[in-house]
């Protein structure tokens, strides 16, 4: 039984968990300043423009800041004490909070390059988390 | 006809014990019992009151969702002007804005700010993350200590960017507790060095325990009204001249910069802009401490250092009593008191330091504080330059 949060989905974020389910990471991007965007939103926080599509991004970016809980969030997350949460920076330019996945919680370190690990935690929801590359 | 100039004339908190109230009330008794003192203090009473602004954690959900609505029931009052804008611990500095607005404009003659807290009564607070729903559902999922995890990962930044170190952030919690020592409503008031900060347990890399505020109840009350009503009244007014507020973000991952807060940079430019004063007229400051990082980074904000000098300006115990630049000098969040939203309190203690009030801690020739809230996890700001005349 998965105790953790669970994201709960709305008519905006479905798409996006339901490309997570089949493994793929889906960013919003805006066809008029050619930025990316995450968390997928109506209208590009950089320009404001309502002329958005979903494209998968690469997986890939680098680490932009961690921190390493010794204190769990709440008890559904003690036993992975101490834990990394960190956010991560895509190569395709946004940010999204995430963990990473190491058995050596010391070696994590900014800038590091990170790729995407896909982690089904339950049969509905699979969540993007990063491992060093 | 002559301008209508905003003032502070009455103000109070509720005591405590070891971050506790004193005895058992309920946060509505809380609130009342610190606007009676507060309007006893400004020689005024509740049915002069036409103003009320006021949010906290409390009762929600339910009537703590519409606050003004509760209290104003709770009071029996009926203000023509309220608000109850909630952007966090920035909140009753944004107040003392909005009122001074009403007041000088004429829509409300005396305003009255409440805040109050049982949280540590309670035993209400944890480090679980904010219901997974909306832009939460991006965030909550991955575990991060709320909030301590997101100001952990701007001190982390900061440190990568500019070379900032544990023993920085450690002179702000070791510079607050002498401060404290010197205020008997204080709750830590034993000796802390450098040493202790790192002896005690880390939370959140590169935060340790006593780089995190305290968890007290608390209780306080703000009466604004004009400063002609309070000359009349034979009170000594506290002006407020100068403010300004922003935010910018709710989720972590949002937040522009880590290293740099874009609110504080708005509210504080605002703030001095109108004030039409310069930093050096800034006699003593009090700025919202949830964390040691939340001190270095709003210093830098503020524009009384540069961008990633931070850690030099509070080095050498420049903030501690004696030091140069007097900080947060009843204690703060660190080591007198932190009731889930500090901003009320900071405002308390500026005000104290303006009329003389602060005994064995007071700044000699106070003449201008500047007071700063930071809310939210460093997405709010907002910034009040206080002064005597």
């Given at each position: 039984?998965?105790?953790?949060?669970?994201p709960?989905?709305?008519?905006?974020?479905?798409p996006?968990w339901?490309?997570?389910?089949?493994?793929?990471?889906?960013?919003k991007?805006?066809?008029?300043?050619?930025?990316?965007h995450?968390?997928?939103?109506?209208?590009c926080?950089?320009?404001?423009s309502?002329?958005l599509e979903?494209?998968?991004?690469?997986?890939?970016?680098?680490?932009?800041s961690?921190?390493?809980a010794?204190r769990?969030?709440g008890?559904?997350?003690?036993a992975d004490?101490?834990?990394?949460v960190?956010?991560?920076?895509?190569?395709?330019g946004?940010?999204?909070?995430t963990?990473?996945v190491t058995?050596d919680?010391?070696?994590v370190?900014?800038?590091?390059?990170?790729?995407?690990q896909?982690d089904?935690?339950?049969?509905?929801v699979t969540?993007?988390?990063f491992?060093?590359? | 006809?002559?301008?209508?100039?905003?003032?502070i004339?009455?103000?109070?908190?509720?005591?405590?014990?070891?971050?506790?109230?004193?005895?058992?009330?309920?946060?509505?008794?809380?609130?009342a019992?610190?606007?009676r003192?507060?309007l006893?203090?400004a020689?005024?009473?509740?049915?002069?009151?036409?103003?009320l602004?006021?949010?906290?954690m409390?009762?929600?959900?339910?009537?703590?969702?519409?606050?003004?609505?509760?209290?104003?029931?709770?009071f029996?009052?009926?203000p023509?002007f309220?608000?109850s804008?909630?952007?966090g611990?920035?909140?009753?500095e944004?107040?003392?804005?909005h009122?001074?607005?009403?007041?000088e404009?004429g829509?409300?003659?005396?305003?009255?700010?409440?805040?109050g807290?049982?949280q540590?009564?309670?035993?209400?607070?944890n480090?679980a993350?904010?219901p997974?729903?909306?832009?939460m559902?991006y965030?909550?999922?991955?575990g991060m200590?709320?909030?301590?995890?997101?100001?952990a990962?701007?001190?982390?930044r900061?440190?990568?960017?500019?070379?900032?170190?544990s023993?920085h952030?450690?002179?702000?919690?070791?510079a607050t507790?002498?401060w404290?020592?010197?205020?008997?409503?204080?709750?830590?008031r034993?000796?802390?060095?450098i040493?202790?900060?790192?002896?005690?347990?880390m939370?959140?890399d590169?935060?340790h325990?006593?780089?995190?505020?305290?968890?007290t109840?608390?209780g306080?009350?703000i009466?604004?009204?004009?400063?002609?009503?309070?000359?009349a009244?034979?009170?000594a007014?506290v002006?407020?001249?100068?403010?300004?507020?922003?935010?910018?973000?709710?989720?972590?991952?949002?937040?522009?910069?880590?290293?740099?807060?874009t609110?504080?940079?708005?509210?504080?430019r605002?703030?001095?802009?109108?004030?039409?004063?310069?930093?050096?007229?800034i006699?003593?400051?009090?700025?919202?401490?949830?964390?040691?990082?939340?001190v270095?980074l709003?210093?830098?904000?503020?524009?009384?250092?540069?961008?990633?000098?931070?850690?030099?300006?509070v080095?050498?115990?420049?903030?501690?009593?004696g030091?140069?630049?007097?900080?947060?000098?009843?204690?703060?969040?660190?080591?007198?008191?932190?009731?889930?939203?500090?901003?009320?309190?900071?405002?308390?203690?500026?005000?104290?330091q303006?009329?003389?009030e602060?005994?064995?801690?007071?700044?000699?020739n106070?003449?201008?504080a500047l007071v700063?809230?930071?809310g939210g996890?460093?997405?709010?700001?907002?910034?009040?330059?206080?002064?005597?005349?």
């Open positions: 039984m998965y105790e953790k949060p669970l709960v989905l709305d008519p905006e974020s479905q996006y339901d490309a997570l389910k089949q493994h793929r990471l889906l960013l991007h805006c066809r008029a300043c050619q930025r990316s995450h968390y997928p939103r109506e209208l926080p950089h320009c404001h309502d002329d979903w494209k998968q991004a690469a997986g890939t970016g680098r680490i932009y961690y921190t390493v010794r769990p969030a008890p559904a997350f003690k004490t101490p834990y990394v960190a956010l991560v920076e895509l190569d395709e946004a940010r999204l909070m963990n990473i058995a919680v010391e070696s370190r900014i800038d590091q390059r990170v790729a995407v896909f089904d935690v339950t049969p509905d969540l993007p988390k491992r060093p590359v | 006809m002559k301008k209508r100039e905003a003032v004339v009455g103000i109070a908190d509720v005591p405590l014990q070891d971050g506790k109230l004193t005895e058992s009330l309920c946060v509505l008794q809380v609130q019992r610190a606007a003192d507060a006893r203090d020689g005024l009473s509740m049915r002069d009151v036409d103003g602004l006021s949010t906290g409390w009762g929600v959900p339910g009537p703590g969702q519409m606050p003004t609505l509760t209290l104003a029931e709770y029996g009052i009926a023509r309220i608000d804008t909630n952007i611990g920035a909140a009753f944004a107040f003392v804005a009122a001074a607005t009403a007041i404009a829509r409300c003659e005396v305003a009255l700010l409440t805040y807290s049982t540590k009564s309670e035993k209400s607070r480090l993350g904010r997974s729903v909306l832009t559902q965030e909550t999922p991955w200590p709320t909030p301590v995890g997101g100001y990962m701007a001190a982390m900061h440190m990568h960017e500019y070379g900032t170190t023993t952030l450690a002179e702000i919690a070791v507790r002498k404290a020592q010197l205020n008997p409503a204080a709750m830590m034993g000796p802390l060095t040493e202790d900060v790192f002896a005690s347990p939370i959140s590169p935060l325990l006593l780089d995190a505020c305290l968890v109840d608390g306080g009350a009466v604004m009204t004009t400063a002609e009503h309070a000359k009244l034979g009170r007014p002006y407020v001249r100068g403010y300004g507020e922003s935010n910018t973000h709710w989720t972590m991952a949002a937040m522009p910069d880590l290293t740099r807060l609110a504080a940079e708005i509210a504080g605002e703030a001095f802009r109108m004030a039409g004063i310069g930093h050096d007229a006699d003593v400051a009090q700025i919202y401490d949830s964390f040691t990082i939340t270095l709003t210093l830098e904000a503020l524009g009384f250092c540069k961008r990633g000098e931070g850690g030099a300006f080095s050498s115990q420049r903030t501690a009593p030091g140069v630049f007097p900080l947060n000098t009843s204690g703060g969040g660190l080591s007198c008191a932190h009731a889930g939203m500090l901003g009320i309190f900071l405002l308390i203690e500026a005000v104290r303006l009329r003389g602060c005994g064995e801690r007071q700044v000699q106070a003449r201008t700063h809230g930071t996890t460093l997405s709010s700001g907002a910034t009040c330059i206080l002064s005597q005349s």
